[in-house]
């Protein structure tokens, strides 16, 4: 069996370090990459049809109103199968106290039976919020262990916790 390394992650205008910047690469991806370095799993990003805006004010704003319509986007590049992992790395920033809604739409998407994941969260001070529960909950059938919170200010330093983290499992 393989490992899929799947997430969701946010370029342009961020919150970063107490202030919005411009990123030309999503915390979350690096954090992602990381795992991809010390697994050697696929990779799969999770791309909406209609991403939220680049603006951070803007994305906060379609985030929020998403959450509470619990309007989940569609994605455009998911397999029609991910039945050959059975083990997942679910890597995504958290929003609102939620992991994002295009992680909702993934996890509707597959059956999760006999699979194990792993949530990673990147984060501005809300650690992993409520995100490993409604994981657990739409997640049918999947074993959710071991989450691993990582500050957005510090995923770029976060190569030596994630390479720890994976070799414990």
């Known amino acids: 069996m393989k490992t899929l390394i799947v997430y969701y992650s946010k370029a342009g ?47 906060c704003e379609e985030a929020r109103i998403a959450q509470q319509k619990n309007d989940k986007p569609e994605l455009i590049n998911l397999p029609d199968s991910i039945a050959e992992y059975d083990t997942i790395y679910l890597c995504y920033p958290i929003y609102w106290s939620m992991a994002p809604m295009a992680v909702l739409s993934f996890l509707e998407k597959y059956d999760f039976a006999n699979k194990k994941i792993y949530p ?29 919170p990582i500050p957005g200010t510090l995923a770029s330093k976060s190569h030596n916790r994630i390479k720890n983290w994976v070799e414990t499992h």
Not at 123 to 142: D, N, P, Q
């Open 13 to 59: 205008e961020n919150w970063f370090d107490g202030e919005k910047k411009f990123l030309e690469k999503g915390n979350t991806q690096i954090c992602a990459e990381f795992i991809k370095e010390c697994t050697g799993g696929d990779m799969l990003p999770l791309i909406m049809k209609h991403p939220y805006s680049d603006d951070y004010d803007q994305c």
């Open 120 to 148: 990673l969260s990147t984060h501005e001070g809300s650690g992993l919020g409520a995100s490993v529960s409604t994981i657990r909950f739409k997640a049918k059938g999947a074993e959710v262990l071991d989450p691993l």
